[in-house]
């Protein structure tokens, strides 16, 4: 036997070394949790890093090469994404640009933060993210080339609120949309001092006109069917139904032409069809070879922003939100635009880098535009606002089955250029923004991973006033709720609700829930003070 | 030789009698056994009253001698919950066997605004719904209802079935109720009856004479409160409108000692019925259930009185069921639904009820769970429309959790009663994935069983039970 065996030790030593022994291990079993829960506490913060919002205006995921797309549309943010977070279900709380952005810029529901159209203000005491920054102490600026940040009064507003510099550019006379924003400016803003930096960017070029001033990668020169020199704006695109391009009319013109600020033009122009058309697949491929020239377009400009970052050295500390305010609609429900709530333009992309996490993982679990602000709060470890949104930053850092959103909500007030300003009334559709929207005059739609339950409260006032039921001379006739099941119909074509009758009043309590909660009070329909019954 | 096969002969007898013995041991206590047919019943109403406050169930204090000694010839549940927190409600779902949104006598009036008062009534709102005591006398019962009125007077429909109905008094207790109990038996002598046998006694509103002192009051008491019905109103008023009132524990002290010492009066009153009962020599051919509708609170979550929220003060109610000749004694841990008595009536007296009244039923009868320990209780929803002041739903599981959540608000909260009985620690924000497994559970329910009306926007002015109320 060794001098040293433990048997040769004597036998209160023998003891006293057990006692030990289990004590030592009573303690590591005792101080273990405690040991793990410091391995998984949450995020390690990224102190005083610089942020980027980028808001790609009108990008489908399923357009983007990065998301599976045959075409090589994203070949830069696809590099740039190799070392980032990419979402596979990350949904915009809206489907119109000022409305669904200011979602992510507040981390609130439209409803909830005001801005439910074109023109409505913005809650005085509902904090935007520029606000926030720049109350720690961020140097703030937005450039882009998103007119819809812009247009109108409150637009401006509401989305240059905490900027320091507001470079996001005017409207012109349509088609001429300056479509990408003069690059120099900003290059020189992100060196300008030492101090940490919020850059929203919003990019406007796959935006209609698609392809604004895009090389033509994907757009044939041969095309020569009847939409070629036309601008594909929204004049145009409106005027499309199923595969008729309807032609223009006269009367309302104005109306239609009035709102959006384009300068009044009484006459049809001299391109707008005169006649019916019926549009051919080939032309349906145009219109999205144009399209995917946007895409491509804004991704080629964007590596003007990645190499700048590589150049001085940003990206070490500076975190990248590249995200779309909502898609686009090539047909799929019988329009090429972005009018309604369907997937196509309600499922966006989302990727982000954040330095002090390890990134290059795909994230399939749901998350709102809502969800964006507080969990870039969590990353900057700035505490104590109050928002509608759930942070994934936690969740990022753990396995993914620690993601806790079950569902999306999605509103949708009526597109005013779909509001047909009555012959000889232009003011009449100022009127509905205002007055309606504040009624609850807009579809809600609930959407888990499998199902998606919409409830269409709008279909009264869009029986009467929809621009296309004017155009195509039908009425919409809407139903009340559809319910789709987006495993086995994922194009929204064959609305299930009877067949599933319990699953729909599920979700459309759950959805009814979340209005309450998220609508202001007194935009509630009449009957609601409370008015307590008698006691006996 | 012959003493040997006498001792075998005996033997023999003996192992037969033992067996025999053991055989009818076993018997009494299977469900056979607790049949009772052509046996009266009696549903005692004892309103107000929470199980934490009942001696044989864990309270200190010896408040309820006759109610122990009930439970110890009979069965007493631990964990019986009642499908809602106030009186309205809450008798209405055990005399139909449904959820109030189901029968939808959920508040006094069906229709409540500044232009029109509807008052709610069973048959009215819910024409298709019949009660325990239409079904009983359906089956040649005698029917009497002796009660206090307010939640349970008969034009809210209590009355439905009952060839007598007594509600003359607000706010009634058990001494009016065993009043006029008497003069009815003695009309009946000989007759099976089915009774409900009701009283305030401990309600905030019920009568207590002037000066009283309660036996289990503190010894020094320099509070304010005097303990009068004018008080409990206006604190219960002030905690509606405030969210919390404001007491200190000597007021607390004082208010729990006063609800126990008029526990203690009521539980002698009860005792003086069982007495009647047993001159009469009803009790051997009785069914007797003892329930509340809802308990009372006492600063547990910073109010007083009931019906506001679905916390355990207002929906953990004692339940004692006793069968006569069958040894009891037991007290059951199983999770059950007040929801549960009517059901388990039917099954004791082997009364079918034909439909619509069986599809009708909401509850599970809870006659097994008196002799196998081994089943399990059951999950149990709960909801409130309290005077169109909150709309509440909850779902208490049988394994001890309840999540409720508040219509109006969205607000979601979530206890774990085992280590958390006086649900003090809301754990919404950390156990998620209970959150989420019971949150799917309560919306099911709503939707499935309730049949909670869609397309009504949920305000607390509309009442998310009657459709067409809320016009869009």
């Given amino acids: ?536 | 030789m012959k003493s040997k096969y006498v001792i075998i002969f005996l033997l023999f007898i003996l192992l037969a009698a033992v067996s025999g013995f053991l055989y009818f041991q076993k018997r009494k206590n299977t469900p056979a056994a607790l049949a009772c047919r052509g046996c009266n019943v009696i549903f005692i109403g004892f309103d107000s009253l929470q199980a934490a406050h009942v001696h044989h169930l864990g309270y200190p204090r010896e408040t309820t001698p006759t109610l122990d000694r009930l439970a110890g010839e009979g069965f007493s549940f631990s964990q019986a919950i009642s499908p809602a927190s106030w009186t309205v409600p809450g008798f209405m779902s055990v005399f139909t066997s449904t959820f109030p949104s189901v029968h939808k006598v959920v508040n006094r009036w069906a229709v409540y605004t500044k232009t029109q008062k509807i008052p709610s009534n069973l048959k009215k709102l819910s024409p298709n719904i019949k009660t325990i005591t239409e079904i009983m006398k359906d089956h040649g019962y005698r029917t009497g209802g002796f009660t206090g009125d307010a939640g349970v007077s008969g034009a809210i429909g209590y009355n439905q079935g009952f060839e007598v109905y007594t509600d003359e008094k607000l706010f009634g207790g058990m001494d009016n109720s065993l009043n006029h109990t008497r003069s009815w038996l003695d009309q009946h002598k000989g007759e099976k009856f089915f009774m409900f046998f009701h009283g305030y006694d401990v309600h905030g509103q019920f009568d207590i004479a002037s000066g009283y002192q309660s036996p289990f009051a503190p010894q020094v008491y320099h509070g304010p409160y005097k303990g009068t019905k004018a008080e409990q109103a206006k604190l219960r008023e002030e905690g509606l409108k405030n969210g919390a009132i404001s007491l200190t524990a000597a007021d607390v002290a004082f208010w729990r000692a006063w609800y126990d010492g008029k526990i203690r009066d009521a539980d002698a009153r009860l005792g003086a019925f069982i007495e009647e009962l047993s001159k009469r020599g009803l009790l051997d051919h009785t069914v007797i259930v003892l329930f509340a509708d809802h308990g009372t609170e006492f600063y547990e979550h910073k109010r007083f009185d009931h019906g506001y929220t679905l916390y355990d003060e207002l929906v953990r109610v004692p339940l004692i069921i006793r069968i006569p000749g069958v040894r009891g004694g037991r007290i059951i841990s199983q999770q059950v639904s007040t929801l549960d008595v009517v059901p388990a009536i039917l099954e004791i007296l082997g009364l079918n009820p034909g439909e619509p009244f069986k599809s009708q039923m909401q509850g599970q009868s809870l006659v097994s769970l008196l002799t196998d320990t081994k089943r399990p209780g059951h999950d149990v929803f709960i909801e409130t429309d309290y005077r169109n002041y909150t709309h509440k739903r909850a779902i208490r599981t049988d394994d001890g959790w309840k999540f409720i959540l508040t219509l109006e608000s969205g607000q979601e909260e979530l206890y774990s009663l085992k280590p958390d009985p006086q649900e003090q620690n809301n754990l919404i924000g950390t156990e998620r994935k209970k959150a989420d497994e019971f949150r799917e559970k309560l919306f099911r329910h709503l939707a499935q069983t309730l049949h909670t009306p869609v397309g009504q926007p949920l305000s607390s002015q509309c009442l998310p039970v009657y459709p067409g109320q809320c016009p869009l």
């Fill in chain 1, 1 to 536: 036997m060794a001098k040293n065996d433990f048997r040769s030790l004597a036998p209160a030593r023998r003891v006293l070394t057990q006692i030990i022994v289990l004590l030592s291990v009573l303690a590591a079993v005792l101080l273990l949790p405690n040991f793990s829960g410091y391995l998984q506490r949450p995020i390690q913060v990224c102190q005083k890093c610089n942020v980027i919002l980028i808001s790609l205006d009108s990008f489908r995921p399923d357009h983007t090469s990065l998301y599976g797309y045959a075409r090589d549309t994203t070949p830069n943010i696809d590099r740039f994404a190799k070392s980032a977070f990419v979402f596979d279900s990350y949904f915009a709380a809206s489907y119109l640009t000022p409305i669904s952005e200011m979602s992510v810029h507040t981390g609130k529901y439209p409803f909830a933060n005001g801005v439910i159209n074109f023109q409505a203000p913005l809650k005085k005491d509902v904090k935007t993210m520029a606000q926030i920054l720049h109350e720690q102490g961020y140097r703030t600026a937005a450039f882009g080339s998103s007119p819809e940040f812009r247009y109108y009064e409150a637009l401006l507003k509401n989305f240059s609120r905490g900027f320091d510099r507001y470079e996001v550019a005017p409207m012109v006379r349509a088609p001429e949309r300056p479509s990408l924003p003069d690059w120099k400016p900003i290059d020189q803003w992100l060196t300008k001092d030492q101090k940490p930096f919020f850059l929203w960017l919003a990019i406007g070029n796959a935006h209609w006109p698609y392809g604004q001033d895009a090389p033509l990668r994907f757009t044939s020169p041969s095309y020569r069917g009847p939409l070629r020199n036309i601008p594909l704006a929204s004049p145009l695109l409106t005027h499309i139904d199923g595969t008729t391009l309807y032609k223009f009319r006269t009367e309302n013109v104005t109306g239609w032409y009035g709102m959006t600020g384009y300068t009044p033009q009484p006459h049809i122009p001299a391109w707008a069809p005169k006649t019916n058309i019926t549009l051919t697949a080939d032309d349906f491929s145009y219109i999205k070879d144009r399209y995917d020239d946007g895409v491509r377009n804004a991704d080629q400009y964007l590596q003007k922003l990645f190499s700048a970052l590589s150049r001085y050295q940003l990206l070490q500390n500076t975190i990248v939100i590249i995200q779309s305010e909502h898609g686009e609609e090539l047909g799929e429900h019988g329009h090429i635009a972005h009018d309604d709530i369907w997937e196509a333009t309600t499922r966006v992309p989302l990727i982000i880098k954040n330095p002090v996490l390890a990134g290059d993982r795909r994230i399939p679990d749901l998350i709102s535009g809502v969800d964006i602000l507080p969990t870039l709060l969590d990353f900057l470890g700035i505490k104590g606002m109050a928002t509608d949104g759930e942070s994934f930053a936690v969740s990022l850092s753990g396995k993914s089955d620690s993601f806790s959103r079950r569902e999306v909500f999605i509103t949708r007030t009526p597109l005013f250029e779909r509001l047909l300003a009555t012959p000889g009334n232009p003011h009449r559709v100022r009127e509905f923004i205002t007055k309606d929207d504040a009624e609850h005059f807009y579809d809600t739609a609930i959407r888990t991973a499998e199902w998606k339950l919409i409830h269409r409260k709008a279909r009264g006032m869009l029986d009467k006033f929809s621009w296309w039921s004017y155009l195509t001379g039908q009425a919409e006739r809407r139903k009340e709720y559809e319910l789709y099941n987006l495993r086995n119909d994922p194009g929204e074509h064959e609305n299930i609700l009877q067949k599933f009758p319990e699953i729909a009043k599920v979700l459309l309590l759950k959805l009814e829930v979340w209005e309450l909660r998220t609508a202001p009070k007194e935009n509630l329909p009449p009957q609601n003070t409370k008015e307590i019954q008698e006691y006996f």
